[in-house]
């Protein structure tokens, strides 16, 4: 995705959104609000990178919350043979496409 500065008109491709802020960190690695920079036309962001964005935050919420993570996780594990890194990805990428498909449906549900 790329995003033009208003103030100065330079072009950076955007490398990291903050979606609480509503902030966009650009090429030039500064972090830029909606009011300083235009996002471009046909910009949207490719579903793939989107699920690896969802799913590297879903998987960071997991791990930060020990009671969700010492029960879910570890029943999982326990019945799947698996380790807790990949049960913890495997239920970040679950949870990644259940969240981009309710987004793709219009949210509603």
């Not at 807790?84 to 496409?97: G, K, N, R, T």
Request: negative net charge.
């Amino acid at each position: 995705m790329k995003a033009r500065i208003r103030a100065t008109g330079d072009i950076y491709n955007v490398i990291d959104m903050n979606d609480y802020r509503n902030r966009f960190k650009l090429e030039d690695h500064n972090w830029y609000t909606m009011g300083e920079i235009e996002l471009m036309e046909g910009n949207e962001p490719d579903r793939q990178q989107v699920r690896i964005q969802f799913a590297g935050q879903i998987a960071s919420a997991i791990m930060s919350n020990y009671e969700f993570y010492a029960k879910a996780i570890g029943e999982e594990c326990k019945k799947s043979g698996k380790s807790w890194p990949e049960m913890v990805a495997q239920m970040s990428i679950e949870i990644a496409d259940a969240l981009i498909e309710g987004l793709e449906e219009g949210g509603e549900g």
